[in-house]
């Protein structure tokens, strides 16, 4: 049975990977020969030792028991951190720097236990403003203060 | 004394009133930067990374390596204040100097690591001077079957910074190889592994993967752990160190900077590991031994100075043979080659002010952070009693705007999201990103080596062992991968990074 669920976990995602992208390597790409090698080489040579590295994870883990258990996903912080700078990259250009700022803030700070909502909104504010004169004006970083979702200003 | 004359040029390029301004507000946005509570030298650089586009080769990379510094030194500051290690090369600086914290000696040990670190930065300079321009001739005659052999060497190498077990470390390294593939192969012309993405014809933007794993990843860990692993701020009152403080840092700061230049060669992290071994020698040998996690000095110093003396030395690599030591180096070669340098042996011909006025910036540099650091320690803590819920969303906005900035599209922004999330989960399965982040800058190289080398050789692997300098290179490495797999320096790494937690 299953004595080290880190390392099996681990095993199986490094296994996964080497044989996914062994297989595109091999359905995909000119192999070539050693002497002369071509695009697919390299990555099918990587591939093999990644699923042989993840192979022997998977087998460690089933004889030599673990260290620690896995331990619970914080599901909320981590969707909500990682969802931020996917609104973000969707809709900056569309709304402008300010709106994308206030908006990706928001979503991020929700992240924070117990972080209520007036204080999220006040905090998205100030750094909506903070970014805006910071990167828009002083940076010049080239995303429009208001986009135009807004219509013509 | 032909290395007095280079340096005197470089002096004259980073004397220059405009050079040291940008050096200095390299120096002080890196400090603000690096002080904030995970974020180390990688993240800082790439989120500040735009704000030096505008700027000519020579100040634009100034300021870099002003940043560079900068964000380094404030990681010490928050090891020192809060305990929280900015970035992992400061790791070791929390066990001792915020237990001198917590005795009233905060003062003491930022001027500690201060001085440690400013001792180091200038001999180690004195060193880049006097080595960089022999080695480049010996690196003229580096052939392909050199350069990987070398780069070896520095993948394996870094197996020794990643806490979890070396099966881990290794597959670690060949994913990042593997993932550093991305986009079109240089010979053929034929896109690898893009999805079908056009964004990714270019291969994977490595400044998202860096913002995601270390800028995002470390937010979450954060909020994970809790607000209560934020322990209170210990107040600096009196900064100078004593009389005998002063004298029991001596040591440890000639000993640390030796070490730190030694392994600050070595591409793959040098600086990290040199911290380490330099505290681990000073707890072995110094007098005080027995107090030594109770708030030695030196075990701020020592580490501190070999901190510092690898991350000046680590430019030796980068500036002689166009290789990153680190993550952090790839950054600066990224920025080189977009001001229009191809970093290797040829810059020091080439663009002589460039690269002795980079040099030369490397000690203002320091000798800046410490007139910075001391000074304007009352700004530092106060930056640190910034909530964290106004801290992480304003990280989190940082890192949107300069990712989006560096490559002017919203693909990289939405990569910054997969790299933290799968980073995120690889590490909570205790595979540490340092060994990922080096095989991925290095696998484009390491490929287009071997496949050269092969090409030269008619396809006849014993390249690799009848050219000498390549012998020796992969008999180093065979050497460090037997040594690093020990179980007893196994435990021993273990050891290290409990300690740290």
């Known amino acids: 049975m299953l004595k080290n669920p880190k390392e099996g976990a681990a095993g199986l995602f490094f296994a996964a990977v080497g044989l996914l992208y062994g297989l595109m390597a091999w359905s995909s790409l000119d192999i070539g020969t050693a002497l002369n090698m071509g695009p697919g080489y390299f990555p099918i040579v990587l591939s093999a030792i990644i699923f042989v590295f993840g192979a022997m994870m998977m087998g460690r883990s089933l004889v030599t028991p673990g260290e620690t258990p896995i331990g619970k996903v914080p599901w909320r912080p981590l969707l909500l951190i990682m969802g931020a700078p996917v609104v973000f990259a969707t809709v900056a250009e569309e709304i402008g720097m300010f709106p994308a700022v206030f908006v990706t803030t928001a979503v991020a700070a929700f992240a924070y236990p117990g972080a209520t909502v007036p204080r999220i909104l006040a905090i998205s504010f100030g750094l909506s403003v903070f970014c805006t004169l910071v990167f828009a004006y002083a940076g010049r970083v080239p995303i429009p203060v208001i986009g135009p979702a807004f219509g013509e200003w | 004394m032909q290395f007095l004359d280079n340096l005197a040029l470089g002096f004259s390029v980073a004397f220059h009133p405009v050079s040291l301004l940008y050096c200095f507000f390299g120096a002080l946005l890196g400090t603000v930067v690096g002080v904030l509570p995970g974020i180390g030298p990688l993240a800082a650089t790439a989120m500040l990374l735009p704000l030096t586009f505008g700027l000519d080769p020579v100040h634009s990379l100034i300021m870099l390596a002003g940043i560079y510094y900068g964000s380094q030194y404030g990681g010490s500051t928050t090891a020192i204040l809060v305990n929280l290690p900015g970035e992992s090369s400061s790791a070791v600086t929390t066990i001792d100097g915020y237990e001198m914290a917590k005795k009233g000696r905060a003062g003491p040990a930022l001027a500690a690591a201060a001085i440690g670190s400013f001792f180091a930065g200038t001999v180690a300079t004195v060193l880049v001077a006097m080595v960089a321009k022999p080695l480049t001739s010996i690196a003229m005659s580096f052939g392909s079957a050199e350069y990987f052999s070398l780069m070896l060497v520095g993948l394996i190498s870094s197996i020794a910074l990643a806490s979890g077990s070396i099966l881990r470390a290794m597959a670690m390294i060949c994913l990042g190889l593997l993932l550093g593939l991305t986009g079109t192969d240089v010979y053929t012309g ?40 934020r322990r209170a701020i210990a107040a600096a009152k009196n900064l100078w160190p004593s009389r005998e403080d002063l004298r029991r840092m001596i040591g440890p700061a000639v000993r640390g900077t030796a070490i730190g230049s030694l392994l600050g060669v070595l591409p793959g992290g040098g600086a990290l590991l040199s911290s380490f071994v330099a505290y681990n020698i000073e707890k072995k040998s110094s007098p005080n031994s027995a107090e030594f996690g109770h708030g030695a000095i030196e075990g701020v110093t020592a580490p501190e100075a070999a901190n510092n003396a690898g991350a000046q030395t680590s430019f030796i690599p980068m500036l002689v043979l166009g290789l990153p030591s680190n993550a952090t180096m790839a950054l600066m070669i990224g920025a080189m080659i977009m001001q229009g340098l191809q970093p290797g042996p040829s810059v020091i011909t080439s663009n002589p002010d460039i690269f002795w006025g980079l040099i030369a910036s490397m000690w203002i540099g320091n000798a800046m952070l410490v007139f910075l650091n ?80 092969m090409l030269i050789s008619n396809g006849d692997l014993s390249v690799f062992v009848t050219r000498p300098i390549s012998a020796v290179l992969l008999a180093i490495a065979v050497v460090t991968l037997i040594i690093v797999g020990r179980p007893t320096i196994a435990r021993r790494r273990k050891e290290v990074f409990v300690e740290e937690e």
Request: hydrophobic letters at 50%.
């Open chain 2, 374 to 453: 001391l000074p304007l320690i009352g700004l530092w803590v106060s930056l640190l009693r910034v909530p964290y819920l106004v801290l992480f969303p304003a990280i989190i906005a940082f890192s949107c705007i300069g990712v989006y900035s560096v490559s002017n599209s919203a693909f990289s922004v939405y990569l910054v999201a997969v790299a933290g999330g799968i980073g995120y989960m690889l590490m909570k399965l205790d595979c540490e990103p340092a060994p990922f982040i080096l095989g991925f800058i290095l696998g484009p190289m390491l490929e287009e080596h071997l496949r050269r080398a």
């Open chain 2, 190 to 229: 034929a896109p690898r592994f893009t999805y079908g993405f056009i964004e990714m014809y270019d291969g994977i933007d490595f400044v998202a993967i860096a913002v995601g794993v270390y800028g995002l990843g470390e937010i979450v860990r954060n909020l994970e752990v809790g607000e209560s692993s």
